[in-house]
């Protein structure tokens, strides 16, 4: 079974461009997360789609990151325009929806390393 | 005060060795807890989950004390292929609706031949 894809694996690019992140979760995973590892910090939670909505948002930084999921299959993160401080590692996780069960595990992409100049 | 606290070591340990890892937790609505394993530039991936009655998963054993707020990971006869960083997580759950991951910031092993 295929895991957690994400594209591209490294992106460098000026303050001020634009980029986009893309995730193909588990296929069947109606649960997208994304994360972000910023260099000496822990991961921190980014948002949540349970297929195409967004349930939880309360980890996105500001509003210039926008994350979509048509068709609750693949997502994407914009961050437009960069800024240096969002430099870091974005993962990418999915995982089956349990319903009110609670807790199912969470499979993690390889991330996608930005580097912002 | 981070939401999850590890020692973020390195623990250098000679092979064979036995060594625990802590980690403590400060939101009293956490509801799930795992340990995580990183190698290095990788993503991290599942090592096992954490139950209040105590797990073993060979020479890994997980302990909760939710009164607490701790969880341990122990690891007996260390083996080279276990350096990586080890990452304690909780899972909140709010009403139901999401889902998101709390990490630590990881504690680095590194097994020495």
């Known amino acids: 079974e295929a895991g957690v894809t994400q594209f591209p694996s490294h992106s460098v690019i000026e303050k001020g461009q634009t980029v986009t992140l893309r995730c193909d979760p588990i296929s069947g995973h109606d649960n997208l997360y994304w994360y972000r590892r910023v260099m000496g910090k822990e991961i921190k939670f980014l948002l949540h789609f349970v297929k195409e909505s967004k349930q939880d948002e309360s980890g996105m930084p500001n509003n210039r990151f926008l994350a979509e999921r048509t068709g609750g299959t693949y997502s994407t993160l914009k961050v437009q325009p960069a800024e240096l401080e969002d430099s870091g590692v974005y993962f990418c996780?999915?995982?089956?929806?349990?319903?009110?069960?609670?807790?199912?595990?969470?499979?993690f992409g390889p991330g996608t390393r930005l580097t912002v100049l | 005060r981070k939401e999850v606290e590890q020692d973020p070591g390195p623990f250098n340990v000679p092979e064979g060795a036995t060594v625990a890892f802590n980690c403590t937790y400060s939101?009293?609505?956490?509801?799930?807890f795992f340990w995580y394993r990183q190698d290095c530039r990788k993503e991290p991936k599942l090592l096992m989950s954490v139950y209040s009655s105590g797990n073993e998963d060979g020479r890994f054993t997980a302990q909760l004390n939710r009164a607490s707020q701790y969880i341990s990971l122990l690891i007996r006869d260390s083996k080279l292929s276990d350096s990586a960083t080890y990452l304690c997580v909780v899972n909140i759950h709010s009403g139901g609706a999401t889902n998101k991951l709390i990490f630590g910031t990881g504690t680095l092993l590194a097994v020495q031949p």
């Open positions: 996780a999915s995982s089956q929806d349990l319903g009110l069960a609670g807790s199912d595990t969470q499979y």
């Open positions: 939101n009293s609505a956490s509801q799930s």
